[in-house]
């Protein structure tokens, strides 16, 4: 089958690779029909993981069932199933929990697994034509009649929609609230959006992209360039002293606008921005070690946080990946009753054969590029 193989720092090519097969009772295998490029991709195609070679990418996935093994008894072979990107067993602790981005049943050294992604377990990524999934009766969320027309829109419950969900339940974001959130990737704009289902009275997103603060203005948000002036002060005049929650959708590659990283910068950012006892939702990926970090203290996953201001001002934090499993199927209610379209964030529908070019263009952050769905 053709899959999308990582092969080094910013190197990716489509190859041919042994077919994803059923390896035991409880696997479905898995027609892959929509899988988005994520930002978190990107992490491994820059090399800043340790994502090995040879690997499929791809977390964010959706397709037909085509085969089931003898223990699978409620997905059926022609379901139209989206996936999760956690690999959850649905009966360890944390799963039991509702904890399934931290499986521990996992083949993993760390609690959690992922399709196609670094340090979370063995498992292929979708960004092919097939795709293996585990625990196929509890991983497998089986979509209502219309996906087929809306599948743009249901594939974003793979990981986006409900890890920008996340970040609001993190901040415990409730009705009538200020939120601001940094980062206007897919997630960032899925966050803003989600403050807005959630009851928000005000949303502010932070970026510099032209192209992300029209499509943050689209869900409803003020759009703050950071690039023109103080952005904190700017957020503290419109929200009358700061935000009442806020949201981290940028994580350990945040960085100025001359391009210099500066991990910290949205965590601190946020301290800042966000009012006494406010809370704080991130969701932005920070990781142990990143040996491409501008210093030796986040090299090993430190930062120098802001902890003194946020101690005094009594502010609280949630983090994490998401459990997309505590959110997709309510969230794909509101796609079916049309009252959410996450789609709006979709600037490219690709075959799996050009997924290389695409990396590259959204890697560039090339102007438009903002989500894309790879079609095998």
């Not at 409730?174 to 897919?186: F, I, K, N, T």
């Amino acid at each position: 089958m053709k899959a999308l193989v990582y092969q080094g720092p910013r190197t990716v090519e489509v190859a041919d690779i042994p077919d994803a097969r059923i390896e035991r009772p409880t696997d479905a295998l898995v027609k892959v029909t929509s899988t988005n490029i994520c930002g978190s991709d990107l992490h491994m195609y820059e090399g800043r993981t340790t994502m090995e070679s040879g690997r499929t990418l791809g977390h964010e996935n959706l397709g037909i069932v085509v085969e089931t093994g003898d223990g699978v008894d409620r997905v059926k072979v022609g379901d139209r199933v989206c996936l999760p990107f956690n690999v959850g067993c649905g009966f360890c602790a944390n799963c039991e929990q509702g904890f399934t981005g931290f499986c521990l049943s996992v083949e993993s050294d760390t609690p959690g697994g992922a399709y196609g992604f670094a340090a979370m377990g063995t498992y292929a990524g979708g960004q092919a034509e097939y795709l293996r999934v585990p625990w196929a009766d509890f991983n497998c969320l089986v979509l209502p009649e219309d996906a087929a027309e809306k599948e743009n829109d249901y594939v974003m419950l793979a990981d986006i929609f409900p890890t920008g969900y996340h970040a609001t339940e993190l901040a415990d974001v409730s009705p009538g609230e200020s939120v601001v959130v940094y980062g206007g990737g897919p997630v960032g704009l899925m966050a803003a959006y989600s403050a807005h289902l959630r009851g928000a009275s005000q949303v502010l997103l932070v970026d510099r992209q032209a192209d992300r603060l029209r499509l943050a203005e689209q869900a409803g948000a003020v759009a703050i360039d950071d690039s023109r002036g103080d952005h904190v002060e700017q957020i503290l005049d419109l929200t009358d002293g700061g935000a009442d929650k806020g949201c981290e959708c940028v994580g350990y590659q945040a960085h100025d606008p001359q391009g210099d990283e500066k991990p910290e910068a949205t965590m601190n950012d946020l301290v800042a921005s966000v009012k006494a006892t406010g809370a704080i939702g991130v969701v932005g990926v920070f990781l142990p070690q990143d040996e491409a970090a501008p210093t030796e203290l986040t090299q090993e996953g430190k930062l120098p946080f802001d902890f003194g201001q946020f101690w005094f001002k009594g502010q609280r934090i949630g983090t994490g990946q998401a459990n997309v499993k505590a959110y997709n199927r309510r969230l794909g209610r509101l796609i079916q009753q049309g009252r959410a379209k996450p789609s709006f964030i979709v600037s490219h529908e690709l075959p799996l054969s050009e997924a290389a070019d695409a990396y590259r263009h959204f890697d560039d952050r090339d102007a438009g590029w903002t989500k894309v769905v790879l079609k095998p």
